[in-house]
């Protein structure tokens, strides 16, 4: 995808996430995504099972759990993208430089959910 791409997909996926209440995360690396849906069930399935899992855009697709939370892991969390190389992306709602973070930084070492784990497999793998 193109930093436009990014951008425009960005803005999309806040709008409507803000609209339906769900919060998460979709991380991008090197052509590959990685998503994390929280929200009302009656919501966040049908999204999945009609939408995302529907879109012919969308191959490869492996859901690794689904479950019921007490609290949401990722409440301020939209988007997360790798660094492009351009400073005026930090200024953009939902970004994150999570990806260009250490694995020594407290964010993983201090944070053992299993999500969090998930996005850490995610990002070593990554090429």
Partial sequence: MSKTDLLA????????????EITGMLLFKDGSFMQALEG??????????????RDPRHTGI???????????????????????NDASLAAYPGYSEFLN?????KSFTSDKSKARRLISIFRQNMR
């Fill in 62 to 84: 492996i859901t690794l759990f689904q479950a019921e939370i007490a609290e949401r892991e990722f409440p301020n969390w939209s988007m997360a993208f790798p660094d492009l």
């Fill in 9 to 20: 997909l960005l803005n999309r996926t806040r709008v409507k996430n803000e609209q339906a």
């Fill in 40 to 53: 009302r069930k009656s919501v966040v399935i049908p999204l999945y099972e009609n939408k995302i899992k």
């Fill in 101 to 105: 973070v250490s694995f020594k930084d």
